[in-house]
């Protein structure tokens, strides 16, 4: 199975600064990645697929990057609403398909 | 509106059983691939098993393989994930997921508000 890791585990960033998540595959992905955004008590939401196509209705300040096994959450002038815990997922080589452990990102 | 309701979590004993439901609304439930993932208590997103579009294949988590079964209903545009010899271990909210094709291993751009399953004695 492919393991997918973030860093970093949490990250401190105040409002309007920004805010840059990584993430990275045991192997190769291609670009079958995809960014979920989890705030606690909703559904979670899909941000970015194909590592860098934003979906309907994301904001212009996420976007996503790279390639084969490493990949790049940013997200460009945090808002309040954007604290919260975010996920990759790779959607190459599965089942199984595989999250990422999360990176919270919290208010400094 | 597009979205998914799950319903059927609750509270059972180790060895028990637990049957998930989950409404789709919104969309052609039909033509598209659809998912359980879990979050166990302060822990990550897990994936936990899927069903194609036609509901003619099925995959599971290793962790719940010979224990679960998913299927799907779309004439009621319902998903269920029967859960058998249920272990400590199970407890999580579980969401219904929706795929983004009607092919199995795509990503997924809907997700539901989840069910608690909490395992106990």
């Known amino acids: 199975d492919i393991v997918m890791t973030q860093s970093p585990a949490t990250l401190s960033v105040s409002p309007g600064e920004r805010a840059t998540l990584s993430c990275r595959a045991s192997q190769s992905v291609s670009s079958y990645v995809a960014w979920y955004q989890h705030k606690p008590g909703q559904a979670p939401r899909l941000l970015i697929y194909?590592?860098?196509t934003r979906a309907t209705g994301i904001p212009a300040r996420f976007s996503g990057s790279g390639s084969g096994t490493d990949f790049t959450l940013t997200i460009s002038s945090l808002q309040s609403e954007d604290f919260a815990v975010y996920y990759c997922?790779?959607?190459?080589?599965?089942?199984?398909?595989?999250f990422g452990p999360g990176t919270k990102v919290e208010i400094k | 509106e597009v979205q998914l309701l799950e319903s059927g979590g609750g509270l059972v004993q180790p060895g028990g059983s637990l049957r998930l439901s989950c409404i789709a609304s919104g969309f052609s439930f039909s033509n598209f691939a659809m998912t359980w993932v879990r979050q166990a208590p302060g822990k990550g997103l897990e994936w936990v098993s899927v069903?194609?579009?036609?509901?003619?294949?099925?995959y599971y988590a290793d962790a719940v393989k010979g224990r679960f079964n998913i299927s799907r209903d779309s004439s009621k545009n319902t998903m269920y994930l029967q859960m058998d010899s249920l272990r400590v271990e199970d407890t999580a909210i579980y969401y219904c997921?929706?795929?983004?094709?009607?092919?199995?291993?795509?990503?997924?751009?809907?997700w539901g508000r989840g069910t608690p399953v909490t395992v106990s004695s």
């Open positions: 997922l790779q959607y190459n080589l599965w089942p199984p398909a595989t």
């Open positions: 194909g590592a860098s």
């Open positions: 069903i194609s579009a036609s509901g003619d294949r099925a």
């Open positions: 997921v929706k795929e983004a094709a009607a092919m199995i291993n795509w990503y997924f751009d809907l």
